[in-house]
């Protein structure tokens, strides 16, 4: 018998993570086999994190969905029946044309996130199908749309520093994020410049794996973070430590910042953020006084009342120090803002009906329930590359709305999720290795590319076939519905820009990757002489007339009905909604502040429901202070209940002192369906300051021993 041959082929990671790894995928026999790292990217540098290192398994797992299913038990039991994909389209078609012909396309709703990043297949690849349908426009805001809008006010749509160039830095600051479990890639430059000298910061309001390999780490009160970036302002300005030839030339609205900032003291902030003034004036002092000097900052910097105004302060800090002069200097948020992508081509905005309402996807709960939006009753959910249920805020009243009878929901996935196990009719997707795509990058300059490379087992098949699948249904004859996969592809790149100089397709399906035109990691400094893409061509320290928006790739491509209120020209602290100092009386009842980072050995709730992957990251958890624990009669490893007037969630304490008194922490992604309640249960879907962004770090909670 003929040995099977082996082969590999590129792949690139859809993972909603900054890294965006280039792979490459290992297939014998038609089978996905392994998959490993790519070598010669110059960031992935041939290794992948705990959660990707063995992918073929999550393809292969036993529970995955591989067939068309019909719910045949009471919403939420999990009982199914396997059904053809004729008799789902039929049931999709005939409840839809029902639904719009009483109440009007608008009551059905399209839910999607980044469980898949790629051009075709991800978060806005059915975009244009329900434009098409006239369906109610949803803004998925789940994270960094807030921090998009403070750093497009600030800054423009610029890519900033290179993440590569960080090894060029000589003082880094990681503000918000936990590179070590969330940015892995971008941690291994970050340290390499760390052994040539470089001071690393982390700014995190707990002992993360990322502060403890720091060499200093500042640990603000939850919410508290713009506080410190305006006394870092008060600072730099009070002590001269400004560029002022940098600010003159490439900056507006320094002096009016500076009078905002005059009574912003580190003793004001101190009050404010519990970090000594001390310490406060030594961070601005090293960071001004030492260049190259760059910042990183995390999702998590936005996710709170005034994460807007925070990001808007934190954006202006490299403008008035002049780091953005140096290779290395200023401030990393999504390169994604240089790649060439074609959003119009992908959503078509052009065939939304005009007037058509928008809701947000945080508050789906909301929606379904308490808070119904104006217009047509919602009837109607299609859910893909999301999972509300674990995902988005007030997991309860998600719930509720799932669980009524006359909603009818779609969910196309890998598994029946904790929210799949409410749907009526479940599709089958594809994985990775199995469809073709180019991945967005949000951490990185490269074009990721991903080939198909082995099939779909059982009749699974890609986002964009089940929507190329239903637009024939509806008669859809616009072109972009009979695009193939490949065509897709030439359509939603800009392939002439600058940045696509002697890349295409045919570049991308040989080496797997391409790094974008705009500089190399030793000579890029987008900002040396200003030139920010903003309507003045400089950094926009004062944005007069600024009003609140969502960028359009998070809500479909859509301008109308966008928040739209005005803005605070100048940055400043905004406080929490939940705190003991804004909410005494809310803290009477729920005295501890809860943050919920991003799990290691999760990717949001991906891989939360294999078993290695759970014994990785261990049984769902709180980390509590000594103090905290004490008062309340808990131990180590003793089961506890988190909870407040919006849900609970139950865990096993971890007494530590990586948390101060007063803060908790529990990690996202465990399901609900594997555990007594998730860490979402208690999260508040009120919305951030700017962008419309989430407020998970803005919340109050209680904690209690269970017997």
Request: one cysteine or more; hydrophobic letters at 35%.
């Amino acid at each position: 018998m003929a040995e099977a041959i082996k082969t590999t082929h590129p792949g690139g990671c859809p993972h909603d993570c900054p890294d965006t790894c280039s792979m490459i995928f290992e297939v014998e026999g038609g089978k996905l086999t392994g998959v490993k790292g790519n070598p010669e990217h110059p960031m992935t540098r041939g290794g992948l994190c705990v959660k990707l290192k063995d992918y073929e398994k999550r393809h292969y797992h036993p529970d995955r969905l591989l067939y068309p299913m019909r719910r045949s038990g009471p919403k939420g039991s999990g009982q199914f029946t396997r059904i053809t994909w004729d008799e789902a389209l039929d049931e999709i078609e005939t409840r839809w044309r029902a639904i719009i012909a009483e109440h009007g396309p608008q009551a059905i709703v399209p839910y999607s996130y980044l469980g898949n990043q790629g051009l075709v297949h991800g978060l806005n690849g059915g975009d244009a199908f329900f434009n098409r349908l006239g369906a109610t426009v949803t803004e998925r805001t789940f994270c960094g749309e807030g921090s998009s809008t403070a750093w497009l006010l600030t800054l423009g749509p610029t890519a900033g520093v290179d993440p590569e160039s960080f090894v060029h830095s000589k003082y880094i600051v990681i503000w918000a994020c936990n590179s070590v479990s969330t940015n892995l890639h971008h941690w291994h430059i970050v340290k390499d410049a760390q052994k040539q000298g470089a001071k690393v910061v982390v700014i995190d309001a707990y002992a993360s794996r990322t502060a403890k390999e720091a060499d200093w780490h500042l640990a603000p009160k939850p919410g508290t973070d713009g506080a410190l970036a305006m006394a870092m302002i008060h600072t730099i300005a009070e002590e001269g430590l400004v560029d002022r030839d940098y600010v003159d030339s490439y900056t507006v609205g320094f002096a009016e910042l500076a009078e905002r900032a005059r009574t912003r003291t580190p003793e004001w902030a101190e009050a404010i953020t519990g970090i000594p003034a001390g310490d406060i004036r030594k961070l601005a002092r090293e960071y001004a006084t030492t260049q190259p000097a760059a910042i990183r900052i995390g999702v998590a910097l936005e996710r709170h009342h005034g994460g807007g105004q925070t990001v808007r302060a934190v954006s202006c800090l490299p403008a008035l120090t002049g780091a953005w002069r140096h290779v290395g200097g200023g401030i990393l948020q999504f390169p994604v803002w240089e790649h060439p992508y074609k959003f119009d081509v992908i959503c078509r905005p052009d065939l939304i009906p005009e007037g058509t309402r928008v809701i947000n996807a945080l508050q789906i709960g909301r929606a379904l329930t308490t808070e119904p939006p104006a217009g047509p009753p919602i009837k109607s959910i299609m859910c893909w590359n999301a999972n509300p249920v674990t995902q988005a805020p007030e997991t309860d009243r998600i719930v509720e709305g799932l669980m009524k009878e006359d909603l009818f929901l779609v969910s196309a996935e890998h598994f029946i999720s904790d929210t799949a196990l409410y749907a009526d009719v479940l599709l089958p997707a594809s994985m990775g290795a199995e469809m073709e795509d180019l991945i967005l990058s949000w951490g990185h300059l490269y074009l990721t590319y991903n080939a198909k490379c082995v099939e779909s087992p059982g009749e699974a098949v890609p986002n964009n076939e089940i929507f190329r699948r239903l637009a024939a249904r509806f008669g859809f004859k616009e072109d972009n519905f009979k695009w193939s996969d490949s065509e897709c592809l030439e359509h939603y790149v800009d392939w002439n820009a600058s940045a696509c100089r002697g890349i295409d397709l045919d570049y991308l399906r040989k080496h797997g990757f391409a790094r974008l035109n705009v500089g190399t990691r030793d000579d890029r400094a987008p900002h040396r002489q200003g030139h920010f893409p903003t309507p003045s061509g400089k950094c926009h320290l004062k944005a007069e007339g600024a009003t609140n928006f969502v960028p359009g790739p998070f809500r479909q491509m859509y301008e109308s009905f966008q928040p739209g209120e005005a803005l605070d020209p100048l940055p400043d602290y905004v406080p929490p909604r939940e705190s003991a100092a804004t909410n005494p009386e809310l803290a009477a009842k729920y005295p501890l502040n809860i943050v919920s980072p991003k799990s290691h050995g999760f990717l949001n709730s991906c891989y939360a429901n294999m078993e290695s992957k759970i014994q990785g990251q261990g049984e769902q958890f709180v980390l509590i202070n000594q103090a905290d624990a004490d008062s309340r009669g808990i131990r180590p490893g003793g089961k506890v209940k988190v909870f407040n007037g919006r849900g609970a969630f139950a865990g096993v304490a971890r007494i530590t002192d990586d948390v101060k008194p007063g803060l908790i922490v529990a990690t996202l992604g465990y399901w609900r369906q594997l555990n007594d309640g998730t860490v979402n249960g208690i999260s508040s879907a009120e919305l951030v300051n700017m962008g419309n962004a989430p407020s998970f770090s803005d919340n109050l909670v209680e904690i209690e021993a269970l017997q």
